[in-house]
């Protein structure tokens, strides 16, 4: 899971507990200019491919974590529950995507839009 927050101009994302080790990262910052949309999206989390991991964790249906190449983009993935998941797609960033569980999607999207 991830925590997220917003601070000078940022979203600043932390990940929690043993995630940082399976995604081997333990906080992201992104430029908010750099967000191109943010949703909640259920479904993204429950196929069981997500590209070549590198480096990552995916054990299907219990963890996906890390860096993962799909359809010519560098994915950013941390969940465990999909129904937790938010989509944040990014541009002129190292990832694509980053597919992050939240504590409350539809709070973390309203978080995001409203600095947006």
């Known amino acids: 899971m991830v925590d997220l927050s917003i601070a000078e101009g940022k979203l600043v994302l932390h990940v929690r507990g043993a995630d940082k080790l399976w995604s081997f990262k333990s906080s992201l910052e992104i430029p908010l200019v750099h967000i191109a949309r943010v949703r909640a ?51 002129d960033e190292q990832f694509n995507e980053l597919v992050i569980e939240v504590a409350d999607p539809e709070a973390a999207v309203r978080v995001i839009q409203n600095a947006l």
């Open 41 to 91: 999206d259920a479904e993204i989390g429950r196929g069981w491919y997500h590209g070549i991991r590198m480096p990552g964790t995916n054990v299907p249906g219990v963890i996906t974590a890390g860096t993962f190449h799909q359809d010519g983009k560098r994915v950013f993935w941390d969940v465990h529950h999909p129904e937790k998941t938010i989509v944040i797609d990014l541009h």
